[in-house]
Protein backbone atom coordinates (compact mmCIF):
# COMPACT_ATOMS: atom_id res chain seq x y z
CA UNK A 1 0.00 0.00 0.00
CA UNK A 2 2.64 2.59 0.48
CA UNK A 3 3.63 1.71 -3.62
CA UNK A 4 0.15 2.89 -3.76
CA UNK A 5 0.13 5.69 -2.38
CA UNK A 6 3.33 7.61 -1.91
CA UNK A 7 3.49 10.98 -3.31
CA UNK A 8 -0.19 11.32 -4.11
CA UNK A 9 -1.94 14.01 -2.65
CA UNK A 10 -1.81 15.35 1.09
CA UNK A 11 -1.59 12.99 3.95
CA UNK A 12 -4.31 14.68 5.83
CA UNK A 13 -6.94 14.81 3.35
CA UNK A 14 -6.18 11.72 1.01
CA UNK A 15 -8.33 11.95 -2.61
CA UNK A 16 -10.83 9.86 -3.15
CA UNK A 17 -9.45 7.96 -5.73
CA UNK A 18 -6.61 6.67 -3.05
CA UNK A 19 -9.28 6.03 -0.43
CA UNK A 20 -11.28 3.55 -3.55
CA UNK A 21 -7.78 1.90 -4.46
CA UNK A 22 -6.81 1.19 -0.39
CA UNK A 23 -10.74 -0.18 -0.12
CA UNK A 24 -10.37 -2.48 -2.86
CA UNK A 25 -7.08 -3.98 -1.77
CA UNK A 26 -8.23 -4.10 1.78
CA UNK A 27 -11.82 -5.62 0.75
CA UNK A 28 -9.99 -8.36 -1.58
CA UNK A 29 -7.82 -9.26 1.40
CA UNK A 30 -10.28 -9.19 3.74
CA UNK A 31 -12.24 -11.88 1.13
CA UNK A 32 -9.36 -13.97 1.00
CA UNK A 33 -8.43 -14.62 4.15
CA UNK A 34 -10.42 -17.71 6.17
CA UNK A 35 -12.56 -17.33 8.96
CA UNK A 36 -10.16 -16.13 11.82
CA UNK A 37 -7.11 -15.21 9.13
CA UNK A 38 -4.58 -12.74 9.80
CA UNK A 39 -3.20 -9.63 7.52
CA UNK A 40 -0.10 -7.79 8.78
CA UNK A 41 0.75 -5.18 6.59
CA UNK A 42 4.25 -3.77 7.25
CA UNK A 43 4.23 0.11 6.33
CA UNK A 44 6.85 3.08 6.67
CA UNK A 45 3.40 5.57 7.56
CA UNK A 46 2.21 6.18 10.96
CA UNK A 47 -1.10 4.63 12.77
CA UNK A 48 -2.94 7.81 12.44
CA UNK A 49 -2.04 8.12 8.64
CA UNK A 50 -2.22 4.48 7.48
CA UNK A 51 -5.42 2.77 9.24
CA UNK A 52 -8.07 5.58 8.01
CA UNK A 53 -7.24 3.39 4.44
CA UNK A 54 -7.02 0.20 6.06
CA UNK A 55 -10.35 0.39 8.06
CA UNK A 56 -12.48 2.06 6.35
CA UNK A 57 -15.65 -0.62 6.31
CA UNK A 58 -17.04 -1.91 9.64
CA UNK A 59 -17.13 -5.88 9.22
CA UNK A 60 -13.69 -6.54 7.53
CA UNK A 61 -11.08 -7.01 11.01
CA UNK A 62 -12.51 -8.38 14.20
CA UNK A 63 -11.28 -5.83 16.29
CA UNK A 64 -8.44 -2.81 15.94
CA UNK A 65 -5.24 -3.66 14.77
CA UNK A 66 -2.19 -4.90 16.88
CA UNK A 67 0.20 -2.25 15.92
CA UNK A 68 3.93 -2.88 16.12
CA UNK A 69 7.02 -0.49 16.05
CA UNK A 70 9.76 -2.21 14.04
CA UNK A 71 12.95 0.20 15.10
CA UNK A 72 15.11 -0.93 12.50
CA UNK A 73 16.80 1.18 9.73
CA UNK A 74 14.46 4.27 8.69
CA UNK A 75 11.72 2.53 11.65
CA UNK A 76 8.34 0.50 10.27
CA UNK A 77 5.33 -0.19 11.97
CA UNK A 78 3.42 -3.35 11.18
CA UNK A 79 -0.19 -3.71 11.41
CA UNK A 80 -1.64 -6.91 11.97
CA UNK A 81 -5.22 -7.17 11.55
CA UNK A 82 -7.43 -10.58 12.07
CA UNK A 83 -10.76 -11.18 10.49
CA UNK A 84 -13.94 -12.17 12.08
CA UNK A 85 -14.16 -15.89 13.10
CA UNK A 86 -16.96 -17.91 11.89
CA UNK A 87 -18.28 -17.57 15.16
CA UNK A 88 -18.45 -14.06 15.04
Partial sequence: MDAMLAGKGDVWDPPTDLLEQAHAVCK??????RPGGVYLQVSFAQPHFRRPYLEQEAGWWAAPPTVHKVDRGLGYFAYEYKTPSAAD
Fill in 28 to 33: GTAEAL
